[in-house]
T-cell receptor, first 112, second 115 residues
Framework: AQSVTQPDIHITVSEGASLELRCNYSYGATPYLFWYVQSPGQGLQLLLKYFSGDTLVQGIKGFEAEFKRSQSSFNLRKPSVHWSDAAEYFCAVGQGAQKLVFGQGTRLTINP | DAGITQSPRHKVTETGTPVTLRCHQTENHRYMYWYRQDPGHGLRLIHYSYGVKDTDKGEVSDGYSVSRSKTEDFLLTLESATSSQTSVYFC??????????????FGPGTRLTVT
């Protein structure tokens, strides 16, 4: 069965610093990969997705992610974080019948 | 924003009582999902539907049942609520328009407390 691991439960960065959130997946074939963001008390919003093609994908809010098949990773990056980026971030892999398997989430705190 | 509403948004109930949560969509999407979110576990799939009257179990389906009698509504029932079912419940929808795998759109969530 597919699985997703987000090794970092909580990350703190300073405003303006760069960010990288890690995601590792377990899947036999080329995966469908997603990053979602959840602001406090809200539902989940899609940041970006990877299906095939260019391994560097651009998303909303200045985020990007790189698919590395050799490392089974799909890490999320942002060159300069803003205080409004404080949220919880979820990596997910697509499974049969249009289902998603989520990682445990990474909570991002921004220091002023 | 995708037209997804969940009701109620908050509910407190007692152990042993039945509870029904409702998800309503205005997007005419084929697929609907119920997840629960708990600290340290991310989101886990409870049940999903791939059409009217077509449902299947997810990862954590014990103690839950679902029904979908109309495209727009997907109901989640806790037959006899337990404290372990205290959680935040999210509904999601998707549609296979691209032929591959479409993103899921999420509702605002329902916070359920079982005392």
């Amino acid at each position: 069965a597919q699985s997703v691991t987000q090794p970092d439960i909580h990350i703190t960065v300073s405003e303006g610093a760069s960010l990288e959130l890690r995601c590792n997946y377990s899947y036999g074939a080329t995966p469908y990969l997603f990053w979602y963001v959840q602001s406090p008390g809200q539902g989940l919003q899609l940041l970006l997705k990877y299906f095939s093609g260019d391994t560097l994908v651009q998303g909303i809010k200045g985020f990007e992610a790189e698919f590395k098949r050799s490392q089974s990773s799909f890490n999320l990056r942002k060159p300069s974080v803003h205080w409004s980026d404080a949220a919880e971030y979820f990596c997910a892999v697509g499974q049969g019948a249009q289902k998603l398997v989520f990682g445990q989430g990474t909570r991002l705190t921004i220091n002023p | 924003d995708a037209g997804i509403t969940q009701s109620p948004r908050h509910k407190v109930t007692e152990t042993g009582t039945p509870v029904t949560l409702r998800c309503h969509q205005t997007e005419n999407h084929r697929y609907m999902y119920w997840y629960r979110q708990d600290p340290g576990h991310g989101l886990r799939l409870i049940h999903y539907s791939y059409g009217v009257k077509d449902t299947d179990k997810g990862e954590v389906s014990d103690g839950y049942s679902v029904s979908r009698s109309k495209t727009e509504d997907f109901l989640l029932t806790l037959e006899s609520a337990t404290s372990s079912q205290t959680s935040v419940y999210f509904c999601a929808i998707s549609d296979r328009t691209s032929g591959s795998f479409d993103e899921q759109y999420f509702g605002p969530g329902t916070r359920l407390t079982v005392t």
